[in-house]
């Protein structure tokens, strides 16, 4: 049973910074890519990055590619989320995702395994 775990959001001010984190089992044999997402209150749920775990190999959502670093610690089954300059806008509960995507790694509907969430709130 694959299952994930957030942790590291919390409340930060304008131009901090966050590293969210993701402990990840029962993963390795059921899919192949992990992913973040957000959700921002009366938002639908937005993709932010998605990793090819078996190599490391990292996408983007377009938007988010300069302030968003997505990476992977294989020996540790942890997924981690770097954000930068962090701004009002960035406030959601991001989650994190398993799965094994067939033709759009930033879909969310492509996704099987969901965390529970981390909230990150942003204000001064």
């Known amino acids: 049973q694959v299952q994930l775990v957030e942790s590291g959001g919390g409340s930060v001010q304008p131009g901090g910074s966050l590293r969210l984190s993701c402990a990840a089992s029962?993963?390795?044999?059921?899919?192949?890519?992990m992913a973040w997402f957000r959700q921002a209150p009366g938002k639908e749920r937005e993709a932010v990055a998605a990793?090819?775990?078996?190599?490391?190999?990292?996408r983007y959502n377009d938007n988010m590619k300069d302030r968003f670093t997505i990476s992977q610690d294989s020996t540790k089954n942890a997924l981690y989320l770097q954000i930068n300059n962090l701004t009002s806008g960035d406030t959601a509960a991001y989650y994190c995702?398993?799965?094994?995507?067939?033709?759009?790694?930033?879909?969310?509907?492509?996704?099987?395994?969901w965390g529970q969430g981390t909230q990150v709130t942003v204000s001064s």
């Open positions: 990793v090819y775990f078996r190599s490391g190999a990292p």
């Open positions: 029962g993963h390795r044999y059921v899919v192949d890519w």
């Open positions: 995702a398993a799965g094994s995507p067939i033709t759009d790694f930033l879909s969310s509907e492509e996704y099987q395994y």
